[in-house]
């Protein structure tokens, strides 16, 4: 059974750092590219980060592109997201996901159920 789970959110600092881990298991972790998503309450989701399988290729959309950065520990199961220069409108759910292939080229077929970062004073 495939499992995701996010952890590491909470609040911080406009300005401040959160680091999100996403341990997974039931599957051959290396061997597929990974996403962190965010989603704010009544708002659709949206894709923020992906990294191949092996780990050559990163990809961000605007929003964190500069300041958060992506990386993945295949040893360990683990896709991090290191968020620096929060701003409050990064609070939202952060949820990580697993693509169907090595690249994040293809689908994504499984969940975690989010960590929750709130940016604020």
């Known amino acids: 059974q495939v499992q995701l789970v996010e952890s590491g959110g909470g609040l911080a600092q406009p300005g401040g750092s959160l680091r999100l881990s996403c341990v997974a298991s039931?599957?051959?972790?290396?061997?597929?590219?990974k996403t962190w998503a965010r989603q704010a309450p009544g708002k659709g989701l949206e894709w923020v980060s992906g990294i191949s399988s092996d780990v050559r290729d990163t990809y961000y959309t605007g929003a964190a592109k500069g300041r958060f950065t992506i990386s993945r520990d295949n040893a360990k199961n683990t896709v991090y997201l290191e968020m620096n220069s929060l701003k409050p409108e990064d609070t939202k759910l952060y949820y990580c996901?697993?693509?169907?292939?090595?690249?994040?080229?293809?689908?994504?077929?499984?969940w975690g159920e989010g960590t929750l970062v709130t940016s604020s004073s």
């Open positions: 039931g599957f051959t972790f290396g061997n597929y590219a």
């Open positions: 996901a697993k693509h169907l292939t090595k690249s994040i080229a293809g689908g994504m077929d499984s």
